[in-house]
């Protein structure tokens, strides 16, 4: 099931839409629950080419094989 959620980037207000899953890595990645902080600082970053949400998906399952690499190291 998909969540939308909004927030509000330097030139305009949006919303983002991402399975809830992807949610629960976004807010345990986020410090302090500001998971509208931390989607704003990574999406600074995204190439142009690459949609908000499948780029904050990929982060979300990027960050979860890094853990997974550093738990099996």
Excluded at 19 to 42: C, H, M, N, Y
Excluded at 47 to 59: D, I, N, T
Aim: aromatic share 8%; glycine share 2%; hydrophobic share 45%.
């Amino acid at each position: 099931m998909a969540a939308r959620r909004f927030l509000a980037l330097e030139t305009h207000p949006t919303s983002i839409v991402l399975e809830r899953t992807f949610w629960d890595t976004i807010d345990s990645l986020a410090a302090s629950g500001r998971w509208q902080d931390w989607v704003i600082e990574k999406l600074k970053d995204k190439p142009q080419c690459v949609g908000r949400a499948s780029y904050l998906r990929q982060l979300a399952h990027q960050s979860l094989l890094n853990e997974i690499q550093l738990n099996a190291a």
